[in-house]
């Protein structure tokens, strides 16, 4: 049963954009080089784009950056969209926190993580700054991995604060590099990012959800040679150009238009960089222990993985107008 309401009961709505990039971890061994830019990268580009649409009365972009990017701050943020009272913890200041309020259905919220992150029996985590480890990253062991498995944030906790969010649309985009030898091993096992809860929340909630995975040496090493792929892929190529834009090509880029594009385009560009690589003596590998494989084509490429409701939208999410 449809219900109409008086025009002045209409609100536009507001977009979150939860920007989280890791380059300095608590633990230094564990730094990345791509993420923080990426992070930054995607929200503003993303910010842009949305307001270009113009669904939205406002577009907030909330960064969480390096030291800020804490497990307690990184739910804390999920939390007050999804109502409950307490400001993170910042440790710089961030003024598009005092927009935080909960999400209505007008409302989209969209996640985006770069950092480290694995697939562990079945359950993936998100590790944030604060990864608890403070020993070698090449002598991982399994206390060692316990102990970040305990600070990290994991996917029962992540479908928990998300499925409290009341928001229209909810987008999550998982750009992770794994942590560590006894990390990166479990993962060649399991593949980037797998979980049953993930396919689930995307069904009961209609979330879109994007992750990718790739080795901790491969992840310096693409990042060497410019950016994160995935990230890359959505936004450079993505957003700054008509590319994505398919199926169909009507001058709207939906979010699964946006995601589909990234899971062709990422294996295309690992295997452009493996080639690339060889050319200036690196042997790049996106799949732990396969360095050693002579010929970039016979290596494995690392796919990442796209999850949302079969049947079509009546109200789809439009990431941008190209």
């Known amino acids: 049963m ?3 309401g008086a025009d002045s009961l209409k609100r536009a709505g507001t977009a979150y954009i939860i920007a989280v990039g890791v380059n ?3 633990n230094p061994q564990y730094n990345l080089k791509y993420a ?6 995607f ?6 784009r949305q307001t270009q649409v113009a669904q939205f009365e406002r577009v907030e972009v909330v960064p969480l950056i390096n030291e800020n990017a804490t497990k307690a701050n990184i739910l804390s943020v999920l939390n007050r969209l ?3 009272p307490g400001p ?5 200041g961030a003024p598009a926190l005092n927009g935080l309020k909960r999400a209505e259905p007008e409302d989209t919220v969209i996640i985006y993580f ?9 359950r993936f985590y998100l590790i944030p700054h604060d990864l608890g480890y403070t020993g070698e990253r090449t002598k991982l062991n399994e206390q060692g991995l316990q102990t970040i498995l305990a600070h990290s944030i994991s996917d029962v906790e992540l479908e928990e604060s998300v499925e409290r969010l009341d928001a229209g649309h909810l987008l999550l985009i998982i750009d992770a590099c794994n942590s560590g030898q006894a990390l990166e091993a479990e993962e060649k096992r399991r593949g980037p ?8 929340l995307a069904y009961e909630k209609g979330m879109y959800i994007l992750t990718a995975a790739q080795s901790y040496q491969a992840a310096l090493e693409a990042a060497q040679l410019g950016h994160g792929l995935l990230t890359y892929a959505l936004v450079e190529e993505g957003l700054k150009t008509a590319i994505a834009d398919s199926e169909p090509k009507d001058g709207v880029l939906s979010a699964r238009e946006w995601l589909d594009f990234a899971t062709e385009r990422v294996p295309q560009m690992q295997e452009a960089k493996m080639k690339q690589g060889r050319g200036i003596g690196l042997e790049i590998a996106f799949t732990e222990g396969e360095q050693n494989i002579a010929e970039p084509e016979k290596r494995s490429v690392q796919r990442p993985r796209v999850f949302y409701r079969r049947e079509l939208e009546g109200n789809p999410l439009v990431i941008a107008k190209p």
């Open 114 to 122: 770069a950092g480290h992150g694995t697939a562990q029996a079945q």
């Open 43 to 48: 929200g503003h580009e993303v910010r842009l």
């Open 36 to 41: 923080v830019a990426d992070a930054q990268s």
């Open 82 to 84: 999804a109502g409950a």
């Open 24 to 26: 300095e971890y608590a």
């Open 2 to 4: 449809a219900l109409t």
């Open 88 to 92: 993170p913890s910042l440790k710089a």
């Open 193 to 200: 990012m797998n979980s049953k809860g993930l396919a689930q």
